[in-house]
């Protein structure tokens, strides 16, 4: 893939930061330098998209839509929860994103902001089904994995979010977790992987197989890593880091 790819460290403290409900962005981009300026038609049909999306998306976890006028006026949002967050966290997380998208981009006409719990994403063309790879960034846990061989490790990962993916691409939530065992360290690694819910189960598959295949650009073997885009995400530790209900 011909883009480059955000690489952003967490240090330890990423563990901690993680087990409060983190209401800051992870990352944004404003992907389109097409500009929109205050009260035009535009402006006030992407706010009345926000807020549509913040009521679409917390019953079944992703939300999309477009209002106004084609071509000018016409802003096309997605958001999307992680699979396994609440419809009040969702709620939560998507009204805090559409608020902070708007400062963070003032006039882009298009961007995207993630958090940990949701994300949020807008255009003034039509993006729905087709596989996001220009908006995309890895993190990761800074700390190498001590106990495992890491190309041992990386195979373990790389096995577990691959059978992560199969599944969750024939399922219509598009999101799936699980757990690898490594019995001879008495340690588990904790994956998820979770498609938008536009795109089609086989470029779900696509777009996930993709994100697989970054991971040892960014993440070789760390004892944690993401990478998070516009139409899939993946993530695994050695902590679990979903909610349990
Ligand atoms: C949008 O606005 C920014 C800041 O004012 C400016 O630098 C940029 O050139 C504008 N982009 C377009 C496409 O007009
Ligand atoms: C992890 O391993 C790499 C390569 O061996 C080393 O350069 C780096 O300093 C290590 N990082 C930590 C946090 O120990
Ligand atoms: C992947 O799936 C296969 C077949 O279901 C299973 O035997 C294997 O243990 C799984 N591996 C991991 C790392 O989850």
Redesign the pocket.
């Known amino acids: 893939m011909a883009y480059k790819l955000s690489i952003i460290v967490s240090l330890i403290s990423f563990l901690f930061i993680q087990s409060a409900l983190s209401i800051d962005p992870l990352f944004h981009i404003c992907f389109n330098s097409q500009n929109f300026t205050t009260n035009t038609v535009y402006d006030k049909n992407l706010r009345k998209l926000l807020t549509s999306l913040s009521y679409k998306t917390p019953p079944t976890g992703f939300g999309l839509g477009s209002i106004g006028q084609y071509p000018h006026d016409r802003p096309y949002g997605l958001s999307l929860c992680r699979g396994d967050v609440s419809r009040k966290d969702c709620k939560t997380c998507v009204v805090e994103a559409s608020s902070e998208i708007l400062k963070l981009c003032p006039n882009n006409k298009g961007a995207i902001v993630w958090y940990d719990s949701c994300f949020l994403k807008y255009n003034d063309i039509d993006f729905f089904g087709k596989i996001d790879y220009q908006n995309r960034f890895a993190m990761l846990n800074?700390?190498?994995v001590s106990m495992i061989e890491p190309q041992k490790f990386n195979q373990r990962v790389k096995k577990l979010l691959t059978n992560l993916s199969k599944k969750a691409c024939q399922k219509s939530k598009m999101f799936a977790k699980g757990e690898s065992e490594m019995e001879e360290y008495s340690k588990k690694i904790y994956g998820m992987v979770q498609c938008s819910r536009d795109v089609s189960g086989v470029d779900c598959k696509k777009c996930l197989d993709d994100a697989i295949s970054e991971l040892p650009s960014c993440c070789d073997?760390k004892q944690g890593g993401r990478v998070v885009g516009g139409s899939c995400n993946i993530r695994y530790e050695i902590y679990p880091f979903l909610n349990l209900h």
């Open positions: 800074v700390n190498n073997g």
